[in-house]
T-cell receptor
Framework: DAKTTQPTSMDCAEGRAANLPCNHS???????VYWYRQIHSQGPQYIIH???NNETNEMASLIITEDRKSSTLILPHATLRDTAVYYC????????????FGAGTRLFVKA | NAGVTQTPKFRILKIGQSMTLQCTQD?????MYWYRQDPGMGLKLIYY???????DKGEVPNGYNVSRSTTEDFPLRLELAAPSQTSVYFC??????????????FGEGSRLTVL
């Protein structure tokens, strides 16, 4: 599985959009981009994933660049409860056993 | 569905003791994983399994053993506990392949302290 690079930490004002970048320049054609978040010491929670098209669900939007070498997770209206560590990983759906997590981005949402 | 269930939630061990962290999932997922997370750090993959009877090492397997006799259960064994194994352990499962989306479902974690 390809490695990803994320900023260590980011701040966001409550009610504003939080844009979390991820670089995955060595991604393979069959690898998906997945985003998870971890609040306090809970188990990570799945947010969204995509292959090459932009995706949106009730939690967030995922924007993947045309060359697929980077992506951005967008939380449209951040709340204090969105303060968490966000992990971007790339993996295949068929196979993908060695799912490696990096250090993630610690997002602080401030009132 | 209960999802992924881990027991115990908390445990204190003495150096040299052994114990097993239990993990069970009721989603009929084929893949299961064990991760550890040290304070302030990301998750490190210990072992994974792609199906009953099949396991393999992850990033940090030393000091641990696993087995997968059923689809549902994936216990993690610590044979000779060391202070370096003080960590939070997370079990996860996923459905891989044509019928799956590949997302990981995590348990709530097991907090282990070795003194």
């Amino acid at each position: 599985d390809a490695k990803t690079t994320q900023p260590t930490s980011m701040d966001c004002a409550e009610g504003r959009a939080a844009n979390l970048p991820c670089n995955h320049s060595t991604i393979s054609g069959n690898e998906y981009v997945y985003w998870y978040r971890q609040i306090h010491s809970q188990g990570p929670q799945y947010i969204i994933h995509g292959l090459k098209n932009n995706e949106t669900n009730e939690m967030a939007s995922l924007i993947i660049t045309e060359d697929r070498k980077s992506s951005t997770l967008i939380l449209p209206h951040a709340t204090l409860r969105d303060t968490a560590v966000y992990y971007c990983i790339v993996r295949v759906v068929t196979g993908g056993f060695k799912t490696i997590f990096g250090a993630g981005t610690r997002l602080f949402v401030k009132a | 569905n209960a999802g992924v269930t881990q027991t115990p939630k908390f445990r204190i061990l003495k150096i040299g003791q052994s114990m097993t962290l239990q993990c069970t999932q009721d989603m009929n997922h084929n893949y299961m994983y064990w991760y550890r997370q040290d304070p302030g750090m990301g998750l490190k993959l210990i072992y994974y399994s792609v199906g009953a009877g099949i396991t393999d090492k992850g990033e940090v397997p030393n000091g641990y053993n696993v087995s997968r006799s059923t689809t549902e259960d994936f216990p993690l064994r610590l044979e000779l506990a060391a202070p370096s194994q003080t960590s939070v352990y997370f079990c996860a499962s996923s459905r891989q392949g044509q019928a799956g989306t590949g997302e990981l479902f995590f348990g709530e974690g097991s907090r282990l302290t070795v003194l």
